[in-house]
């Protein structure tokens, strides 16, 4: 099965899988990691290498990170060079959507491959305006 792990700032990759853990149950292939302030960038990078080393990666490893180019997306990308042989894809700007399209996918038997672009779009198209949606609505009904 691909493995995910959620690496963010804080305690928002647990926040994640809280989240993602009450809406569809408890899931052996979701992992989290946290940098927080007195947690070194080397030691966060290491951490998170040693993690990805120690799971099975036959089927494929998808990282999410908060913030594109940050500290967890930087030591991501960064110690994935050291890996050989894991095919792996890292998706900045993770949101609830996206976790639980990609768990979803996952059960499914989906490939990496196959399941990157579905979990970015739904992604994107989780993000919505009070407003402009309610206004189509409106709009739809006549009103």
């Not at 030691?43 to 998808?62: N, Q, W, Y």
């Not at 959507?97 to 779009?121: A, R």
């Not at 989780?126 to 409106?138: T, V, Y």
């Amino acid at each position: 099965m691909i493995q995910i792990i959620i690496a963010t700032h804080g305690s928002l990759s647990e926040g994640f899988k809280d989240a993602v853990e009450l809406i569809m149950g408890e899931s052996e292939n979701l992992h989290t990691f946290s940098l927080y302030q007195e947690t070194g960038i080397d030691l966060f990078g290491d951490s998170i290498l040693a993690k990805i080393e120690s799971l099975p990666s036959k089927d494929g490893i998808v990282i999410f990170t908060d913030l594109f180019g940050a500290s967890p997306y930087n030591q991501t990308t960064i110690k994935m060079k050291d890996l050989k042989n894991v095919n792996y894809r890292i998706i900045s700007g993770v949101n609830l959507p996206m976790v639980i399209e990609c768990l979803t996918l996952c059960k499914m038997g989906i490939t990496l491959d196959e399941l990157w672009q579905p979990v970015v779009n739904v992604g994107k198209e989780g993000i919505k305006d009070f407003r402009q949606e309610f206004e189509k609505h409106m709009m739809k009904r006549g009103d």
